[in-house]
């Protein structure tokens, strides 16, 4: 079964738009970890932010902002005021405690074109 | 350096012959994990090392694929008499082994099958 799910295949936008990715996960652990990285064209994964299962707080680091909801088992990032170098694919993933190993179960990641 | 480092960065080779690509992670990370990426695939886990130990081989596709590690350091992955099929880039990662921490990745490894 698929752990995350990530349901955009595509975005795009003109710069300066806001864009929103969707990431929905699924898991019976009560202890586990999101994660969210960038894969620009050059190919290396890139690690944007991470957040435990207990802390549903909302970050935002600049003009990238995430939303965790353990209702809804989502963890949704925000790019405000898209640029041209946001232009990456984007992949959501998990990580379960009762693994031992944490080992990442990615989503199908979402690509994302910024347009000047 | 500071960042995990992958050798070689791109690799043609024939079909049916082997090869040895390289990983050498963040000073200190206990943890190793080897992932594959396909042409239009998602992330594939292949296998997960914690020290010189792999007790997590689930991912690897075939017995022709084979990993090592050896110090608790550097890892091999093997992949004996390729197949065009194998042709993806190879992502290595590393972490401290504490629950939740960041896994950081490589640039990885194109390999090419032809």
């Known amino acids: 079964a698929q752990k995350v799910t990530q349901a955009q295949t595509e975005i795009s936008v003109v710069e300066k738009e806001d864009v929103t990715l969707d990431c929905v996960y699924e898991t019976r652990d009560t202890t586990y970890y999101l994660f969210w990285y960038k894969q620009p064209p050059s190919g290396e994964l890139v690690f944007l932010i991470r957040r435990n299962s207990f802390d549903e707080q909302n970050e935002i680091s600049g003009r990238y902002s995430w939303n965790f909801q353990k209702s809804t088992s989502s963890f949704n990032f925000t790019i405000t005021a898209s640029q041209v170098v946001d232009s990456a694919v984007y992949f959501c993933a998990l990580s379960e405690a009762r693994r031992g190993d944490y080992k990442l179960s990615f989503g199908a990641g979402t690509t994302v074109t910024v347009r000047a | 350096g500071a960042g995990v480092s992958q050798s070689p960065s791109n690799k043609v080779t024939e079909k049916g012959k082997d090869v040895e690509l390289r990983c050498d992670p963040i000073?200190?990370?206990?943890?190793l994990y080897w992932y594959r990426q396909s042409l239009g695939q998602g992330l594939e886990f292949l296998i997960y090392?914690?020290?010189?130990?792999?007790?997590?081989k689930s991912g690897l596709p075939s017995d022709r694929f084979s990993a090592e590690r050896t110090g608790g350091s550097v890892s091999t992955l093997t992949i004996q008499r390729t197949q065009q099929e194998d042709s993806a880039v190879y992502l290595c990662?590393?972490?401290?082994?504490?629950?939740?921490?960041?896994?950081?990745f490589g640039e990885g490894s194109w390999l090419t099958v032809v």
């Open positions: 990662a590393s972490s401290s082994g504490q629950g939740g921490n960041t896994i950081y």
């Open positions: 000073s200190g990370h206990t943890a």
């Open positions: 090392f914690q020290g010189n130990s792999a007790p997590d």
